[in-house]
């Protein structure tokens, strides 16, 4: 198979204070034509030579703390599954799953199943 290149595109708007206030993503390999709002993004990129991570975080104005929570609740359990999938560590991804159940629960995303006789 030849190698072949991806490109992953982000474009930020930003208002006079220099705050986000648009963000659109696109994708070469994306199933979508064209860039498409988005109104967070976290990207992590791991430097093996440094042993550290680089990081941007960011997201519009005015998104809600009602979505941002949401949102950092899928992005747990979404680094569980990725976390499995890179180590085939299932003790470990269980335990993450773990924690943002309990994010969930604490921010009230996620109900708890009710005990017998209440």
């Known amino acids: 198979m030849m190698p072949r290149t991806a490109e992953i595109k982000l474009t930020v708007e930003l208002d006079g ?3 986000p206030i648009k963000i659109e993503w696109q994708a070469t390999e994306a199933r979508h034509d064209g860039p498409r709002p ?3 993004v976290m990207l992590s990129m791991w430097d093996s030579e440094r042993k550290t991570t680089a990081a941007i ?3 519009i104005r005015d998104t809600s703390v ?3 929570n ?3 609740y899928q992005v747990i359990h979404k680094m569980a ?3 499995r999938r890179a180590t085939n560590n299932q003790e470990v991804a269980d335990s993450i799953q773990e924690f943002g159940n309990r994010f969930g ?3 009230g995303l996620t109900r708890q199943p009710e005990s017998p006789g209440s």
């Open 70 to 72: 949401l949102y950092f």
């Open 17 to 19: 204070d220099n705050l």
């Open 57 to 59: 975080d960011l997201w």
């Open 38 to 40: 988005c109104q967070s």
């Open 81 to 83: 599954d990725t976390y």
């Open 66 to 68: 009602e979505d941002m």
């Open 105 to 107: 629960k604490a921010l």
